[in-house]
């Protein structure tokens, strides 16, 4: 294996990257492999990623594992990506506690199968203590779904008095989200080419930088996240104020 390439990562670094992973069954087909292929690729590049965050003083890591839109796909597909999680849960979930990883889940679980629910139940406690780098899962996971969660939480609160109506404002809706506590993301990274967010943290985007990389995720590794890190230290980042 050769040098790994050293890129300028000196400039500000984002605390909170969440990363759009797409472009692994492209991986695959272009390869003439089945699709599925391209997903067990990309667990490699997960584990990669989840690795170096630590090197770059990354504290929080969001990946986009399972869309509520996903489900549209074949069923042999989606089996294949279930299987897939059960199997990454199963075998990283130690390692992932040993490397003081703490792991959080946002979207849906309740189309999920129970004992993948489990799972993720049990990771999330096992892990709980760690402080070494935050990984949230986005699995079965809406952004506008996940606004609407909030909103019935809050107006739920609201009509049994437990909550003002003037209490709803921007503080109590991004804490009433599936990960509160966690701060937003400063940078979005996505795959393959493709320059949409796709409901993707809808309400926690408002002031992220946004980047675009041709890479398809299987080929996404640490050299082209530290790419991506450079570009974002080379941004100024002025949250709707004049530029100095």
């Not at 984002?14 to 391209?38: C, F, K, Q, S």
């Not at 408002?206 to 980047?211: G, M, P, Q, T």
Request: neutral net charge.
């Amino acid at each position: 294996m050769g040098r790994a390439e050293v890129f300028d990562t000196a400039g500000p670094q984002p605390r909170h990257v969440a990363i759009i992973m797409d472009g692994n069954g492209r991986w695959a087909t272009r390869r003439g492999l089945p699709r599925l292929e391209g997903h067990r690729r990309g667990v490699e590049t997960v584990r990669q990623i989840v690795e170096a965050c630590p090197d770059f003083g990354i504290e929080f890591l969001t990946l986009y594992a399972f869309s509520s839109e996903n489900w549209k796909r074949s069923a042999e597909e989606v089996a294949g990506l279930m299987g897939l999680f059960r199997r990454y849960f199963r075998k990283e979930a130690a390692n992932l506690v040993k490397r003081g990883a703490r792991v959080k889940f946002i979207g849906d679980r309740t189309e999920l199968a129970q004992d993948i629910q489990d799972m993720m139940a049990s990771l999330e406690t096992q892990s709980a203590a760690n402080e070494k780098l935050t990984i949230v899962i986005a699995l079965n996971y809406g952004g506008r779904e996940e606004i609407a969660r909030a909103a019935r939480r809050l107006a739920a609160e609201v009509a049994d008095g437990s909550r003002s109506l003037d209490d709803v404002n921007e503080a109590s809706i991004g804490a009433a989200l599936d990960a509160p506590g966690t701060p937003d993301p400063d940078l979005v990274i996505r795959t393959s080419g493709e320059q949409r967010i796709s409901n993707f943290l809808l309400w926690q985007c408002a002031y992220a930088e946004f980047l675009f990389v041709d890479e398809l995720w299987p080929d996404f590794n640490r050299d082209a996240f530290a790419r991506a890190l450079a570009v974002f230290g080379a941004r100024e980042r002025r949250f709707g104020a004049v530029a100095g």
